[in-house]
């Protein structure tokens, strides 16, 4: 053809056609693939296929543009594809982080002895620490609901840790056994 025709979206798929085996020779180039160059190259027939150009004054020129910036849009996506993949790889736990089966019962064992440890708290204590530690409550806000003051509010909190602490250091093996023994203090 020559190179100052002007040949239509329908010319444009003949051009194609004629000039297949270059532009395939092009974007393997590009690609490194040949594979993906016959990806590439159906792509490109499909837009010309969905969207004819008008009147082109270069089809074979206007084709080879069009297959370069297919070829580069798909590198570009390769790329970012890459690096998606690899970022959500890092943020994958490895084996070490993951909890065996053992150290998952243990922990649920140790949840639960906390959870019965919170139970056996006197009222006001067991609210205040759920006040604070699960709602977010500031110790202020607290002291207002309960009718303390916010000294008094620290001193449950501190004996809240300590049998929580104490209770921990039981362990699981001791945690059947134990029975938590509070001193229940004078209501207010």
Do not use: C
Request: glycine fraction near 8%.
């Amino acid at each position: 053809m020559k190179g100052n025709d002007t040949t239509t979206g329908g010319g444009l798929r003949a051009v194609f056609l004629e000039r297949r085996t270059v532009i395939i020779r092009l974007l393997t180039a590009r690609l490194g693939s040949a594979d993906e160059a016959e990806e590439v190259a159906q792509d490109l027939w499909i837009k010309l296929e969905r969207n004819p150009a008008g009147p082109v004054a270069e089809p074979a020129a206007y084709l080879f543009k069009m297959a370069n910036n297919l070829a580069t849009d798909r590198r570009v996506a390769g790329r970012r594809g890459q690096a998606r993949d690899s970022h959500w790889v890092d943020l994958q736990p490895t084996d070490a982080e993951i909890p065996s089966i053992e150290r998952e019962v243990l922990g649920r064992d140790a949840l639960a002895r906390i959870g019965v440890a919170i139970a056996a708290m006197p009222e006001r204590m067991r609210t205040a620490l759920i006040q604070f530690r699960l709602e977010g409550l500031a110790q202020r806000e607290i002291a207002a609901n309960l009718g303390i003051t916010v000294s008094g509010v620290e001193k449950l909190l501190a004996r809240a840790y300590h049998l929580l602490a104490a209770e921990n250091e039981l362990g699981a093996d001791l945690a059947p056994q134990h029975s938590l023994r509070i001193e229940r203090e004078p209501e207010q």
